[in-house]
């Protein structure tokens, strides 16, 4: 067979599921009998072809929707009412849900042997394959493909279908690549600069096509460098989603700390910066408040300059911490940093609105008048399918 990434085949699914939008506020008997009874609900109603949710009151073989609205924090499964709820004896209510885009064909590559229940299927120019990369998962065995030509595989939509360990790559939200310039990246964020002193000339630059580094000059000599530049901001996604930052690195000189990574407000509170911290790996927390610096590092570990390394930086929400490690040339891990989400996040003091959405960005923090070269490239996000 003709070796060929081919999507042969893509079905919807029909569930029934229980509602949950209003609660009972009249119990009427409609016969004299008593047999029918009628229900007035409070709260917005679900109806035929309305947009639906998995609702938080949902739990495993008790699954309820609701109906969806923007400002929705439940877990998405991009389904819509196909007829009117039906009243059931003692007043719950269900309806049949369309789930869109759930369950899908792939055409497998040749050779391919063995894909069972759960497998991750990773697409490529080859046809479908087994890897830990991929966004779909396995519906049923596949002894051999040459056999079977096909596997059915599930796309989760919602967020908690992405929670299991390892960090599952539920898909790619934005990713630089060597076509990509600069100004691709940077246009219209410049009203979203962090510069947390006043230095002045804060802005982008880029050594050459997919690399970019920020350029910062102290206001006063004298006066410390806090740079920012958030390039995209992360649309539905949030401070403890699950999440895979890769991107490679290299520095001409020492800064206090740089990095890549997110912050929630667009003022550069509330944010996690992976990268550097003097001439070693480290994480950069910023709290609420300009002096809330919480800097983690790796001090068994010398970063070389004008030296190329990659980044992996991982976010389990089970977990306390966000995982950082660091990679040589060789591709051979070198460090491992560890950071405590609740020195920002889950403070009872902290002040971060956790219910914002993130930004992704650049930042370096230096104690001298201008900022030495954190250049970054192959930014890859990796985060929830949402929409």
């Known amino acids: 067979m003709s070796d060929k990434t081919v999507l042969l085949e893509e079905k919807k699914e029909i569930t029934t599921f229980l509602l949950d939008e209003g609660e009972i506020t009249e119990t009427v008997n409609v016969l004299p009998n008593g047999n029918m009874r009628g229900y007035d609900y409070s709260g917005i109603k679900i109806h035929a072809e309305d947009v639906v949710t998995i609702s938080s009151k949902s739990q495993i073989g008790k699954i309820h929707v609701r109906r969806y609205c923007e400002d929705n924090d439940d877990c998405l499964i991009f389904g819509i009412a196909v007829n009117s709820p039906v009243t059931m004896t003692g007043g719950k209510r269900k309806t049949a849900i369309l789930i869109l885009g759930h369950i899908f064909r792939l055409k497998l590559a040749s050779g391919i042997k063995n894909v069972n229940v759960k497998d991750r299927i990773l697409l490529t120019p080859n046809g479908a394959v087994v890897n830990d990369d991929g966004t779909f998962f396995a519906m049923h065995p596949v002894e051999d493909s040459d056999k079977y030509h096909f596997v059915e595989v599930f796309l989760p939509y919602n967020s908690s279908a992405c929670m299991p360990e390892p960090i599952p790559p539920c898909g790619t939200y934005w990713q630089t690549t060597e076509n990509e310039s600069i100004t691709d990246i940077s246009s219209d964020f410049e009203s979203n600069f962090i510069n947390k002193y006043g230095a002045k000339n804060v802005g982008l630059a880029s050594d050459n096509t997919g690399e970019f580094y920020l350029t910062a000059v102290a206001k006063f000599f004298e006066d410390p460098v806090f740079a920012g530049a958030l390039v995209k901001q992360g649309s539905d996604v949030y401070y403890n989603d699950s999440m895979q930052i890769k991107f490679k690195f290299k520095i001409d000189g020492y800064n206090n700390s740089g990095g890549f990574g997110f912050c929630i407000e667009s003022s550069g509170y ?19 408040y300009e002096e809330d610096l919480y800097p983690i590092s790796d001090n068994t570990v ?41 020195y920002i996040f889950d403070n009872p003091y902290s002040e971060v609105d956790k219910t914002k959405a993130l930004h992704f960005g650049i930042v370096s923090q230096s104690w001298v008048a201008e900022l030495s070269k954190f250049t970054i490239k192959d930014v890859e996000i990796k985060t929830p399918i949402r929409n």
């Open 270 to 288: 509330g944010g996690v910066f992976i990268g550097t911290i003097g001439s070693n790996p480290g994480i950069l927390g910023i709290g609420d």
């Open 302 to 342: 010398t970063l070389q300059k004008n030296t190329e390394y990659g980044v992996i930086f991982t976010n389990n929400p089970e977990d306390e911490n966000y995982v950082m490690e660091v990679f040589d040339e060789s591709n051979e891990l070198i460090s491992a940093v560890n950071f405590s989400k609740s």
